[in-house]
């Protein structure tokens, strides 16, 4: 009997004791698997990670293809407007041309008309000393210097016919008026010239503005690619790694459910083998159920310590965020103050205000008020508003003023740049490798000149007007 007893023991013993070798090693595997899906779920979060930093890039390259792309319509709409002004003036050029052609040609004919008419009254003069007359007109004809000469000579002699007089007199205006109107063409045509000639030069200029932006745009579209390439291998990866933790899921699910099986076939096997035990194993099983009820009420204090953490950790997020305001609110206040510091009244200051009161004014050649400039007339213009004085063309901007270096440039002062020509276009300085300006391709605007184009063309050449 006890033989059978310590048997049954035995049989209980195993039967109790084979679901937890079979559980120690299946929690094994399963911490292993959870592990790995935890490795994986972080790899994602890092790949999402850089999809929003690149998705976040292609925006801020589309938004610059978008202003460059604008920029370069203003251009293209630039020389479309120039090279309809260069059309005009080549028109205004040829037609002037013609009109000096036509002039000349009327001046040649009264030359001709008038020289006839001295060959004629020479012809009086010699008749009239034949004639008897009292006056030497052979020595009044031939000792003329030339024909005004001979005109003043004439005048001096009573004899001839007021008729001729009135004649000489009407050759003369007439051809001295025919010369004052070409003398005029052909300062129109010089005028027109060199007009033609700044409009080329700008041509010269906005083209190659044109093609420094075209440029930048191919560079960006090309940085837009290379993006998008990332970001379809960021997604292909995302893909391998989210098939590769739906197989650890369901590796762990499969893991999960045969231990469960395996477990309640065990307790059924024991179960019938220890019917002659029960008494015994009832009586030993008591202090474990109260000790596993203990620990069970021992483990409520954790899940409301969890509960508390979390809790808690709401005032710090509530005081970052007081922070964060806090910071902004000091950035902003400092901000302001920088920008009042920076601010003055009067003087040059009112030129520069002035110009930023109408940024976008179109470009138009010669334009020396709001609703047109070009380079030199804005600039003239807006040092007016200051109660300054200036001229208003390059050439003369070129020498108001004093001369100083770049290095000790100030808000307000001149700069030049070689464009159609030396120090062919001017500007007012703004301090930080800015300056305002009317430009032929953006109209009244702000251009940096620390880079680019203008860094490309500035002359070097400061003045400093007070």
């Not at 060959?119 to 030339?146: P, T």
């Not at 009042?340 to 009244?345: A, L």
Request: hydrophobic share 30%.
């Amino acid at each position: 009997m006890k033989k059978t007893m310590i048997a049954l023991s035995t049989v209980a013993v195993i039967g109790f004791s084979s679901p937890a070798l079979l559980n120690t090693v299946h929690a094994e595997t399963k911490a292993e698997l959870t592990v790995k899906q935890e490795e994986i779920q972080n790899q994602r979060g890092d790949l999402k990670a850089k999809l929003s930093d690149a998705e976040s890039q292609i925006a801020d390259v589309l938004f610059q293809l978008n202003d460059l792309q604008e920029e370069i319509d203003r251009v293209n709409r630039a020389l479309e407007e120039n090279q309809g002004k260069m059309n005009k003036t080549e028109g205004d050029i040829s037609a002037t041309e013609e009109k000096i052609k036509g002039l000349e040609d009327e001046i040649a004919k009264l030359e001709e008309a008038i020289e006839k008419r001295y060959d004629i009254l020479k012809e009086r003069m010699k008749s009239y000393q034949q004639s008897g007359g009292s006056v030497n007109y052979l020595e009044v004809i031939f000792g003329s210097a030339d024909f005004s000469d001979f005109v003043s000579r004439v005048n001096a002699v009573s004899k001839i016919t007021e008729s001729d007089q009135n004649l000489i007199d009407a050759q003369e205006r007439d051809k001295q008026k025919v010369e004052e109107n070409k003398k005029s063409l052909e300062d129109e045509l010089e005028g027109l010239k060199e007009k033609k000639e700044e409009l080329k030069g700008m041509q010269e200029t906005i083209n190659e503005q044109k093609s420094q932006k075209e440029s930048k745009a191919k560079e960006l579209k090309n940085e837009q690619q290379k993006l998008e390439d990332l970001k379809t291998e960021l997604n292909l990866e995302d893909n391998e790694l989210a098939s590769l933790e739906a197989e650890v899921k369901e590796n762990m699910q499969t893991i999960t459910e045969p231990a469960k099986e395996t477990q309640v076939a065990n307790v059924s096997s024991s179960s019938s083998e220890q019917v002659t035990t029960q008494s015994q194993e009832s009586k030993s099983s008591e202090p474990s159920s109260k000790s596993g009820e203990s620990s069970s009420k021992s483990s409520e204090p954790s899940g409301k310590s969890d509960e508390s953490s979390s809790k808690s950790s709401e005032p710090s997020s509530k005081s970052n965020e007081s922070s964060s305001k806090s910071t902004k609110s000091e950035t902003s206040s400092k901000q302001g103050d920088s920008n009042t510091d920076t601010k003055s009244s009067g003087g040059i200051q009112a030129a520069i205000n002035a110009g930023f009161g109408h940024i976008g004014t179109p470009y138009v050649w010669g334009g020396k008020a709001p609703g047109g400039f070009d380079c030199s007339g804005f600039v003239s213009w807006a040092f007016a508003q200051a109660g300054i004085s200036i001229p208003s063309s390059t050439s003369a901007l070129q020498s108001v003023g004093t001369k100083v270096s770049y290095s000790e440039a100030q808000p307000g002062d001149l700069v030049f740049f070689d464009t159609y020509k030396t120090n062919g276009h001017v500007g007012i300085y703004l301090g930080g490798g800015q300056f305002i300006g009317a430009q032929n391709s953006t109209g009244l605007d702000v251009a940096n000149m620390s880079s680019g184009y203008w860094k490309d063309h500035f002359s070097g050449h400061v003045r400093r007007v007070r």
